[in-house]
């Protein structure tokens, strides 16, 4: 099974900025766009945000402007950038193809927005 490998979770204060990376295989990579997904404790799965392989982005309501999702073919990545952090963006974040999920989970990035 394919899983993509997430990093740059931590600890923020409220405000704070982080960079997401994930990586993923570059066949599927490179044949897909792709998401970002988060969920906190007790709550299910959300999506955050996809770009296409053309790099059109769309975002949920809940961060739109606030984060910005990047890919780089050459190195089979996605990013996230995640500016002015609230509290309620507390959550283990993962990425995954869009808008099937093509690859088993990852272990995701722990994401804590402190108030």
């Known amino acids: 099974q394919v899983q993509p490998v997430e990093s740059g979770g931590g600890l923020v204060q409220a405000g704070g900025s982080l960079r997401l990376s994930c990586a993923a295989s570059?066949?599927?990579?490179?044949?897909?766009?792709m998401g970002w997904f988060r969920q906190a404790p007790g709550k299910q799965r959300e999506w955050v945000a996809w770009i296409s392989r053309g790099g059109t982005t769309n975002y949920a309501n809940s961060v739109k402007v606030r984060f910005t999702i990047s890919r780089d073919d050459a190195k089979t990545t996605v990013y996230l950038q995640m500016n002015s952090l609230k509290p309620d963006d507390t959550a283990v974040y993962y990425c995954n193809t869009w808008p099937s999920y093509r690859m088993s989970w990852g272990q995701g990035t722990q994401v804590t927005v402190s108030s």
């Open positions: 570059g066949s599927i990579f490179s044949a897909n766009a």
